[in-house]
């Protein structure tokens, strides 16, 4: 499993585009992206998944450069609400588990 | 819909003591996961289901631990003689298929031992 790198934790304010980048060097050719979202006492919810090039859902965009090494999460906007974990995983859709990293700590202040 | 439940939310347990944690998938969700997350860390995997098979249990940290989905549907996991070391929140997902990275996650189960 490819292991993921993504700052521990980022400060931003309300209204403000935030990117979270993610670096998966040893990703393999199958592998997808995926980010999924934490708040407190609560399990984590599916974000967006990509493979290459760029995904946009309501949520969010997933930016993924040519050689795929990296991946970068952009939130629009965000408010105070969007406050959580963020974990970025890679995998192959064949697989079951999910291999999480330790997730970077968003802080959204007004 | 209803998504994943769990009970209990919360559970103290003195050491030594058994405890069961139930997790309610979605209605026709086949495939079924268990993840422990210590404090501050991210999920991490305990073992598998596809409907009643047990797949993989590779992540279960001891004998102690248990699981089983008898009817393909609700899951129990549960820990024999608690040691402190297995507090933690427990999480159950389900996803609708093997292969499918979205998985859904209930609220997960503190468990707390003394």
């Known amino acids: 499993l490819a292991k993921t790198t993504q700052p521990i934790s980022m400060d931003s304010y309300e209204g403000q585009e935030v990117n979270i980048t993610c670096s998966h060097n040893n990703i393999a050719t199958n592998d997808y992206i995926t980010w999924y979202q934490q708040f407190p006492s609560q399990g984590p919810r599916f974000i967006i998944q990509?493979?290459?090039t760029k995904v946009t859902n309501e949520v969010a965009s997933l930016f993924i450069p040519a050689d795929r090494k990296s991946s970068t999460l952009s939130l629009p906007r965000v408010s105070l609400s969007d406050t959580a974990v963020y974990y970025c995983?890679?995998?192959?859709?064949?697989?079951?588990?999910?291999?999480f990293g330790g997730g970077t700590r968003l802080m959204v202040k007004p | 819909g209803a998504g994943v439940s769990q009970s209990p939310r919360y559970k103290v347990a003195k050491r030594g003591q058994d405890v069961a944690l139930r997790c309610d998938p979605i209605s026709g969700h086949v495939s079924l996961f268990w993840y422990q997350q210590a404090l501050g860390q991210g999920p991490e995997f305990l073992t598998y289901?596809?409907?009643?098979?047990?797949?993989?249990k590779s992540g279960l940290p001891s004998d102690r631990f248990f699981a089983e989905r008898p009817e393909g549907s609700v899951s129990t996991l549960k820990i024999q003689r608690t040691q402190q070391e297995d507090s933690a929140v427990y999480l159950c997902?389900?996803?609708?298929?093997?292969?499918?990275?979205?998985?859904?996650f209930g609220p997960g189960t503190r468990l707390t031992v003394l």
């Open positions: 995983l890679v995998g192959n859709n064949a697989g079951n588990m999910l291999t």
């Open positions: 990509g493979y290459k």
């Open positions: 289901f596809q409907n009643e098979a047990q797949l993989d």
């Open positions: 997902a389900s996803s609708l298929a093997r292969g499918n990275n979205e998985q859904f």
